[in-house]
């Protein structure tokens, strides 16, 4: 099946269809007053996937830039769109929007049992830097720690 799609900003109108996916993806789950928060942030990038044609939100990503450093902090993508390359063109995205912000390194935290997210951070060139202990406080799970440096050439 071939899933065509855009990548926008998150809109105050997407909270509900971002939620959708948000609940069914993480046993913790971020709160719509946190996605509302990143839209108006100015170091935040909240963007959101959605199906062309149509409304339907496939899949949202957060990452922020401060400081010459970027850091993912949330991205998934809905049951139904997952292995269409949706996750990847998010990815890339926070990528470029980054980079043209100034960041030279990402980082970001993953669970270590999320095989599909880790095979997507190192195609997308991140590396191993350490174990966070702990980290994900609703399971006491650790999480992997992955950064990758980010070159001129990622901006466009």
């Known amino acids: 099946m071939d899933l065509r799609f855009l990548i926008r900003e998150l809109a ?11 609940t069914v993806s993480f046993p913790s789950p971020w709160t719509a007053g946190m996605f509302r928060d990143e839209i ?3 170091f935040s990038d909240a963007l959101v996937a959605v199906a062309e044609p149509g409304p339907v939100i496939l899949g949202y990503a957060v990452c922020w830039t401060i400081a010459g450093e970027a850091h993912l902090l949330n991205i998934a993508v809905g049951p139904d769109a997952r292995g269409h390359g949706v ?8 990528i470029r929007r980054s980079a043209a912000a100034g960041a030279r390194r990402m980082h970001l935290e993953v669970r270590p049992g999320n095989g599909p997210a880790l095979r997507l951070y190192g195609r997308h060139g991140f590396v ?15 999480a992997v720690l992955l950064s990758r440096e980010i070159r001129d050439d990622d901006a466009s």
């Open 12 to 22: 105050p109108g997407d909270i509900d269809a971002v939620m959708a996916i948000e």
């Open 40 to 42: 108006t942030r100015d």
């Open 87 to 94: 996750g990847a063109a998010l990815l890339e995205e926070c």
């Open 128 to 142: 191993f830097q350490g174990i966070r202990k702990g980290y994900y406080t609703d399971t006491r799970e650790d």
